[in-house]
C-alpha cells in the first residue's frame, strides 16, 4: 500500500481481514539502529489479521553501516539531545497523522519497538496522553538521561509488554529490568520476559508478543 505524505517516511500493510467494522487496529512499528522500515516488516505473518501495520523509517542516516537511527549514541542510555529531540517531536507528529490519514483506532493502536525503537516508544508512552494505547518494548530501555519530563502518574490505560534477551551485548538486561521495576511502581500494566537470547528477536519471543497481543484486543 502506497503511504500518503507525512512527517516520516514509512510503510503500511493493510489488514489482511478487511471484515473488520470501523476503525482498525494498529501496531506502529519503529525499528533499530542501522535498519530501515522495511526490517520489523518482516514479522508480519505472525500477527493477527484484523491489524494495520505500519513501519516508520527514523530520520537520520546512520553514518557507519548505512540505515537509519532515531539519534546517536553518546553513551549507553544517553542519547544525542538534539537529534533525540528532533525525531520525538517528528515521531509524535506521525502518529498524529496516523489518526487522521489511516483506518487505526486511535484507542487501538500500539507501539512495537525494537532496541533504539524502543527507547523511542517509551518516549512518547511517557509523555503523550491519548495517543497510543501499548508498547511492545523489545531490547531496549526507558531514556531517562534526556530532556524529556517522563510522567509515571499517567500510565493507567497503557499496557506494556518487555521482551529482553538475557545474553544481550548491545543493551544488557539489567535495562529491562530498570524498566519494569520503574513502570510497575506505576498504574501501569506489565507483562515482562526475558529469553536465552542475545540482540535479537526470537520466535519464543515473537509468539508470546503475539498471545499477548491476541488477548490485549480480546479483552
Not at 12 to 30: D, E, H, K, Q
Not at 174 to 180: D, E, G, I, S, T
Amino acid at each position: 500500500m502506497e503511504a500518503a505524505p507525512s512527517t516520516l517516511v514509512h510503510r503500511v500493510i493493510p489488514p489482511r481481514n478487511t471484515s473488520v467494522r470501523g476503525a482498525y487496529p494498529t501496531i506502529v512499528f519503529l525499528h533499530g539502529r542501522g535498519t530501515d522500515e522495511n526490517d520489523l516488516l518482516g514479522l508480519a505473518p505472525y500477527f493477527p489479521d484484523q491489524f494495520m501495520l505500519i513501519s516508520v523509517r527514523a530520520p537520520h542516516p546512520f553514518q557507519f553501516g548505512g540505515g537509519y537511527a532515531w539519534y546517536s549514541v553518546l553513551e549507553l542510555g544517553e542519547p544525542e539531545p538534539k537529534e533525540f529531540a528532533a525525531s520525538y517531536q517528528r515521531l509524535v507528529a506521525f502518529l498524529r497523522d496516523v489518526r487522521t490519514r489511516y483506518c487505526a483506532n486511535s484507542a487501538r493502536c500500539l507501539l512495537f519497538g525494537f532496541s533504539m525503537g524502543t527507547v523511542m516508544a517509551y518516549s512518547v508512552a511517557l509523555t503523550e496522553e491519548n495517543l497510543i494505547n501499548g508498547v511492545i518494548a523489545h531490547s531496549g530501555y526507558i531514556p531517562e538521561r534526556t530532556a524529556l519530563s517522563l510522567r509515571y502518574d499517567r500510565l493507567g490505560e497503557i499496557d506494556f509488554f518487555i521482551a529482553h534477551g538475557v545474553n544481550d551485548p548491545v543493551i544488557p538486561v539489567a535495562f529491562a529490568r530498570r524498566a519494569k521495576d520503574l513502570l510497575v511502581k506505576s498504574a501501569a500494566r506489565v507483562t515482562y520476559r526475558e529469553y536465552p537470547i542475545g540482540h535479537s528477536v526470537s520466535e519464543e519471543s515473537i509468539g508470546d508478543i503475539v498471545g499477548w497481543l491476541t488477548q490485549k484486543t480480546q479483552g
